[in-house]
């Protein structure tokens, strides 16, 4: 296990910055990802953790030795992309095996080495298989494998379940945090998902534009979100937020009404409060708004309510699963001061 260290990291591509005086530090056996839209950076910063890409300023560390000017070879490290890139006339056994035969490695420990991560992934019986004979989630293992064999102080997945069907995802990602439990490596993640980002990280790093947003643990993230880009990214389905004018302890939400913030919340101006699905009351609240919903949809365990308000913005809201709501139905919703999120109107958090 290594931990990792980022100080002021910079990355230029002639005259366009990309990624913006990083700080970051990963902890030794800890799951970290990265998550935002696309474009933030976030495989960029990943690439030149791994030494795929060079750095313009400042220094990453492995552990306690500074890698900016170490080949991606020689930072005992293994990557795992998106793309399977398995070599299509080997074996499974051959694909794990080939990083440690170009290494000169002793044929009984790659021999061990193979056995293990095929143990490890459940994969034993597919080692004298092709990959054309493979389904897409059984190539994943294979991919993973292979990094696995090299026994890393340190594991970089580059979203590496992007390729799979809605199904395997959900599988995969139970596999690779089951995988994390049993291996306890450090393993620094990206991935644009933030249902996989809640689901597997111990920490998320929000990005957004080269910079970092937030750092926290998914928890934290989803209650406590620093500014309204977290707020508003983080959680699925997203944020409601509400635009109003906080003054004298209240808030004025045009065309709703007002709603008294709790205490600990001081603001005069521009105020934006964001209010989740789950925490809009189907009936009254502090603020009472009246709508119509406009689309309704069914999950099985949970309904979504879209209801559009009398002010004309849109609410949406989340109704037991044995819900029969339907469109065009009218509605009277609940907003409770102390279950909202509050910004400023930098779109930094009040409170």
Avoid: W
């Avoid at 105020?271 to 989740?276: D, E, F, P, Q």
């Amino acid at each position: 296990m290594a931990a990792v260290t980022l100080s002021e990291v910079r990355k230029a591509y002639g005259n366009v910055a990309v990624i913006h005086g990083i700080d970051l530090a990963v902890n030794s056996g800890e799951f970290l990802v990265l998550v935002g839209p696309s474009g933030c950076g976030k495989s960029t910063l990943l690439r030149m953790i791994a030494g795929l890409e060079e750095i313009t300023d400042g220094t990453i560390a492995i552990g306690d030795r500074i890698v900016n000017d170490l080949p991606a070879s020689q930072r005992n490290l293994s990557m795992v992309f998106q793309s399977y890139a398995l070599y299509p006339h080997m074996s499974v056994r051959k694909n794990l095996a080939f990083g440690l035969v170009n290494l000169r490695m002793p044929r009984d420990e790659i021999d061990r080495r193979v056995a293990e991560a095929a143990r490890i992934l459940r994969i034993e019986e597919l080692l004298e298989r092709k990959p054309r004979q493979l389904s897409g989630g059984q190539k994943q293992r294979v991919a993973i494998g292979r990094a696995i064999v090299r026994e890393p102080q340190l594991f970089l997945f580059d979203e590496p379940l992007s390729n799979l069907d809605a199904e395997l995802r959900v599988q995969m990602r139970v596999e690779l945090a089951s995988l994390y439990n049993r291996l306890g490596t450090t393993m620094i993640y990206v991935t644009h998902d933030q249902v996989e980002a809640m689901t597997m990280a111990t920490r998320i790093v929000v990005l957004n534009k080269g910079r970092i947003e937030q750092v926290g643990t998914p928890y934290e993230l989803y209650n406590a979100p620093a500014n309204l880009f977290v707020a508003t990214f983080i959680g699925s389905p997203k944020m409601n937020v509400l635009a109003g004018t906080a003054a004298g302890g209240r808030a004025e939400i045009a065309g709703l009404g007002m709603l008294d913030l709790p205490g600990g919340i001081s603001a005069d101006g521009q105020i934006s409060i964001g209010v989740r699905p789950e925490q809009v009351v189907i009936g009254a609240g502090d603020l009472t708004v009246s709508g119509t919903i406009t689309l309704v949809e069914y999950l099985g365990s949970e309904v979504f309510l879209y209801v559009r308000l009398n002010s004309g913005d849109t609410l949406l809201v989340q109704a037991p699963g044995q819900s029969q709501y339907k469109i065009h139905d009218s509605i009277t919703l609940g907003i409770n001061s102390k279950e909202a999120h509050y910004f400023n109107g930098m779109g930094l958090r009040l409170g």
